[in-house]
């Protein structure tokens, strides 16, 4: 159902969301979009150069589909510090080449993708996710959480019970990674982090493990920002200078 329902979204005109770009600092260019875009003719930048296509050469028309219109949004992004396109190719654990000087995240999920960038010069690191409005299946909630936060996501659900708590922690995990990664190109296990959400959209990751070193001082942890909207969970980190 879920491939099907992504075939379908496949538009002529970009369905564009304005999601993520609100979590992010004004030096953070955004580009985001309900379903796909893949009509390269119109639109160039999703147009993928030889190392991409060799990328997903052997791969599922879901995942071309993903991989095809995350990067429309990366090169439309790209487009607004002044770079042209250029190929973004996985690298190590998956995470996208970008231009020298540039830092950015891509995400996408059932519906809807997602890409923002920047100068190196303004922001160290960003890492954005986003997830379906759903509760996260049965048994993974325990995976991902530590024992200290349970307590205080129960007692949000219970203040705020329209929001699912649980899959929005997943995906401010893995924006914390993103972010992670880029500055320490090591692993950072779910429970090496302990989020704490605000309902005024914000949240805090305090590091269970060393923090990176960025300017000369160490993080402690990740600051970003939150929202629920559309039936699409959104989490985004920076990492400013």
């Known amino acids: 159902m879920h491939d ?6 496949a538009v002529s005109v970009p369905r564009w969301a304005g999601l993520i770009g609100v979590l992010l600092p004004p030096a953070a260019m955004s580009v985001d979009v309900f379903g796909d875009v893949l009509d390269a003719e119109r639109y160039p930048e999703a147009r993928l150069f030889a190392d991409e296509e060799k990328a997903i050469a052997h791969a599922v028309d879901k995942r071309r589909r993903e991989f095809t219109s995350v990067r429309f949004c990366a090169r439309r992004a790209l487009a607004g510090l002044g770079r042209g396109p250029v190929a973004l190719v996985p690298g190590e654990r998956g995470a996208p080449g970008w231009p020298r000087g540039v830092v950015g995240s891509m995400t996408h999920c059932a519906g809807y993708r997602a890409a923002t960038v920047a100068s190196e010069a303004d922001v160290a690191s960003l890492g954005i996710d986003a997830e379906p409005a759903l509760p996260l299946p049965p048994g993974v909630f325990e995976a991902v959480t530590t024992a200290d936060e349970r307590e205080p996501l129960a007692a949000l659900a219970l203040a ?30 779910f429970g090496e982090a302990a989020v704490d ?12 493990v060393p923090g990176p070193t960025v300017d000369g001082r160490q993080l402690g942890g990740f600051t970003g920002r939150w929202l629920v909207r559309g039936g699409i969970a959104a989490t985004a980190v920076t990492v400013e200078r």
């Not at 705020?160 to 972010?179: H, M, N, Q, S, T």
């Not at 959400?197 to 269970?208: I, V």
């Open 160 to 189: 705020r019970p329209g929001i699912p708590w649980d899959r929005l922690l997943f995906c401010a995990k893995e924006a914390v990674y993103k972010a992670w990664f880029p500055l320490t190109r090591s692993r950072l296990d």
């Open 4 to 9: 099907r329902a992504e075939a379908d979204a």
């Open 197 to 208: 959400f605000q309902q005024d959209g914000r949240f805090r990751a305090r590091l269970l």
